[in-house]
């Protein structure tokens, strides 16, 4: 079986008992996560160490969170006040681990759907998605990749443009694909509301609800977006269902098309 699983936010005890909830087999069934697998939670550590031992079989694409652990890590930057991946940072095996988050792609093609973090631009088709997202990828493994996080926090440029430079581009796909929740048919982002959809800043909507999506007939799998409900769009799968908040961590079986949630064992 292949499951993509919403994002888990160091909630190490509940990722545990979703998997025994699922029969987890890792010799036979593999695992897609959504995105920031760290931070928040107080099990960071142990729940990266969980994905790289099952590395053959764990796959997952970056997150906000995720991203950031590595500015902290490999910039001047120092953690906000509410971060709680400190037990990564402290790890003897510290290196490793960041190491695997270098790796990690934006953004995974799943049988022509597409795995994320935050979504994808209205504007963008399967191609665009991943070709920018290897951009980024590109970078980060690079041997100059503390240098290109150390220029990659910022909200601007709000819109794609093919006239941007490489860095513009980069800094816009990872706000696209790791923050994005409302913006205008163009692409335009916006980062100050992140309630549900009923409560867009005025010219802005959610990513999905645009007409005309170049991914309408795509399935989107994605995280990010804890405040979503009752969304109820073909082929859009919210799978961020607020286990960090005391809510659910949630699995989408991509073989039997269906849902399994455990809800949150976190104190």
Not at 77 to 85: G, V
Not at 157 to 162: F, G, L, S, T
Not at 166 to 189: D, P
């Amino acid at each position: 079986m292949d499951y993509a699983i919403g994002d888990v936010q160091g909630c190490f005890k509940t990722l545990v008992a979703l998997l025994t909830k699922i029969k987890f087999n890792p010799d036979k069934d593999r695992i897609y996560f959504l995105g920031d697998v760290v931070n928040r939670g107080s099990n960071s550590l142990d729940v990266l160490k969980l994905i790289y031992s099952n590395r053959d079989n764990m796959k997952m694409v970056l997150g906000n969170h995720d991203f950031h652990l590595l500015v902290c890590a490999l910039t001047e930057r120092n953690p906000n006040k509410k971060d709680t991946f400190q037990d990564i940072l402290e790890a003897p095996d510290k290196v490793v681990m960041l190491d695997y988050l270098l790796q990690r792609p934006l953004a995974i093609d799943y049988k022509n759907a597409l795995l994320v973090h935050a979504g994808a631009p209205p504007k963008w088709g399967m191609t665009d998605v991943l070709e920018n997202s290897k951009l980024v990828e590109k970078n980060l493994q690079s041997a100059d990749a503390p240098i290109f996080l150390s220029k990659m926090y910022g909200d601007s440029p709000y819109i794609w443009d093919e006239k941007h430079s490489n860095e513009e581009k980069s800094r816009y796909a990872i706000n696209a694909l790791m923050r994005m929740r409302f913006c205008k048919e163009n692409g335009e982002l916006e980062f100050n509301h992140k309630l549900n959809t009923d409560k867009n800043p005025k010219g802005y909507r959610a990513w999905f609800l645009h007409s005309k999506r170049e991914m309408e007939n795509h399935k989107i799998f994605f995280g990010h977006w804890s405040t979503l409900q009752n969304v109820k769009k073909e082929n859009i799968y919210p799978m961020d269902h607020g286990c960090i908040w005391g809510g659910k961590l949630s699995a989408y079986n991509l073989t039997k098309n269906e849902i399994i949630s455990q809800q949150s064992l976190e104190s």
